[in-house]
Each structure stands twice: as structure tokens, then as C-alpha cells.
């Protein structure tokens, strides 16, 4: 199995930065498709970013675009979310997740490991 520790999350004021770090553990993380997911009280959880195993490929969710990047540093077996310029709107438990191949996708169904969540809070 594919187990999957989060962190970085935390306080942060509107306009503010803040990464947060995923470690993989189980699989060949190169072989893994990693993403990123997020989830506000009572909201569906929503996709944020994905990358591909080699890290060349990267997709984003049109609210985060040109804020946020996703990478990915296969020989820590960590994948990352840089978020800049946050909004209150961002507030949300944002979880990492994987699949066992190594293209990318944005649906929480094509993923079948999941971290436990670290929370972003992003206040005015």
C-alpha cells in the first residue's frame, strides 16, 4: 500500500504563502501519480492540483491557477503545494493523494491512497 503523511499546514493571513508537503512511503513513488485535494465543512471535496510520476506534466483547478504549484521531488518521495497569494476562500482540510500508475488525474475516485489531511486556515 501506498501510505502518505501531510504536513505544512497552518494559520496563514489573506495574501499570505504557505507549502505543504506530502511523503509517500510503500510504492515507486516515480510510478505514482500524486494530487492534491481539498475540503471545506459541509463541501464536496474539490480537486486542486495533480502531477504525473515523472513530474512533467501538472493540472490545476481553474480557482488556484496561477496561485498555486504543485511539484514533486521523486528522490525525497515527497510531493509539494506551494500556495501563494491565499484567499479566505482556500480555508479547507487539504489531503494528498495516489495512484499506482503514473498518470495524473482530478477525480477522487481515480485515487486510491490518501493522506489524513493537514488544515489550511486563511484569515483576513
Known amino acids: 500500500q501506498v501510505m502518505l503523511v501531510e504536513s505544512g499546514g497552518g494559520l496563514v493571513q489573506a495574501g499570505g504563502s504557505l507549502r505543504l508537503s506530502c511523503a509517500a512511503s510503500?510504492?515507486?513513488?516515480?510510478?505514482?501519480?500524486m494530487a492534491w485535494f481539498r475540503q471545506a465543512p459541509d463541501k464536496e471535496r474539490e480537486f486542486v492540483a495533480a502531477?504525473?510520476?515523472?513530474?512533467?506534466?501538472?493540472y490545476y483547478a481553474d480557482p488556484v491557477k496561477g496561485r498555486f504549484t504543485i511539484s514533486r521531488d521523486n528522490a525525497k518521495n515527497t510531493v509539494y503545494l506551494q500556495m501563494n497569494s491565499l484567499k479566505p476562500e482556500d480555508t479547507a482540510n487539504y489531503h494528498c493523494?495516489?495512484?499506482?500508475?503514473?498518470?495524473?488525474?482530478?477525480?477522487?475516485?481515480?485515487?486510491?491512497?490518501w493522506g489524513q489531511g493537514t488544515q489550511v486556515t486563511v484569515h483576513s
Open positions: 493523494a495516489a495512484r499506482d500508475w503514473g498518470v495524473p488525474a482530478t477525480t477522487p475516485a481515480d485515487f486510491g491512497s
Open positions: 502531477i504525473s510520476g515523472s513530474g512533467f506534466t501538472t
Open positions: 510503500g510504492r515507486t513513488f516515480s510510478n505514482l501519480a
